[in-house]
């Protein structure tokens, strides 16, 4: 695609229950980075993929959050036994590399909301 | 650790007038720099980079941007407003000598552009 695209653009899930949230990044980018956006926290780092490895996963915040890609494409992000202070908006981008001059390109979001 | 921070969470600026969002930033090592904007319900996308080619950066839009070691500062600016400018305004540090390309951002500014 032209873009980053993810899905679902919103999530309403139960306290308890696990989500997945995915990311297609731009073709031919071997650099894939997830964020989260919250009013709290602001935007924060959570894990880094370099191909399908994941080098960096410094920012995941607990256990309960794990992150794959597969194929050097495809992403997708697990939250397990989700909890009222997961809410919020999931930001994945995409980058042709790592290095620190290349732009990287971000998707619109996953809005996630847990009652 | 490198960090970044925002002077104000909302500026108010009347049409036509001077745009000006403070960003600071702390890094023991040359950064790299990056303003981003948010407009509502989307993604983030990249005004512009600072990468040590030259101190003032030209983005997008008309704003522009100039690096200043001695005060450790990155501040945006547009000479005249336009109510399309009203967004959310992200500046962001790569260190120096990251090799992950992970953006760390600061609070972020909301622009608010008056008729």
């Known amino acids: 695609g032209a873009g980053v695209s993810q899905s679902p653009s919103n999530k309403v899930t139960e306290k308890g229950k696990d989500v997945e949230l995915r990311c297609d990044p731009i073709s031919g980018h071997t650099a894939l980075y997830w964020y989260r956006q919250s009013l709290g926290q602001g935007l924060e780092f959570l894990i880094y993929f370099q191909g399908n490895s994941a080098p960096d996963k410094s920012g995941l915040p607990s256990d309960r959050f794990s992150a794959e890609r597969t194929g050097g494409s495809v992403s997708t992000l697990t939250i397990q036994r989700t909890q009222q202070e997961d809410s919020a908006v999931y930001l994945c981008?995409?980058?042709?590399?790592?290095?620190?001059?290349?732009?990287?390109?971000f998707g619109q979001g996953t809005r996630l909301t847990v009652v | 650790a490198q960090s970044v921070t925002q002077l104000g969470s909302h500026v108010s600026v009347s049409e036509g007038a001077l745009v000006l969002l403070r960003c600071n930033y702390s890094?023991?090592?040359?950064?790299?720099l990056f303003w981003y904007v948010q407009y509502p319900n989307q993604g983030l996308q990249l005004l512009l980079k600072?990468?040590?080619?030259?101190?003032l950066v030209k983005g997008i839009n008309g704003f522009e941007a100039e690096f200043k070691k001695s005060e450790t500062s990155f501040h945006l600016t547009k000479p005249s407003a336009h109510m399309s400018d009203a967004a959310e305004y992200f500046c962001?540090?790569?260190?120096?000598?990251?090799?992950?390309?992970?953006?760390?951002f600061g609070q972020g500014t909301t622009l608010q552009v008056k008729p």
């Open positions: 890094s023991s090592v040359p950064p790299y």
């Open positions: 962001a540090v790569i260190h120096g000598s990251s090799n992950t390309g992970k953006l760390i």
């Open positions: 981008a995409s980058s042709l590399s790592h290095t620190e001059n290349t732009e990287a390109f």
């Open positions: 600072y990468t040590s080619a030259a101190t």
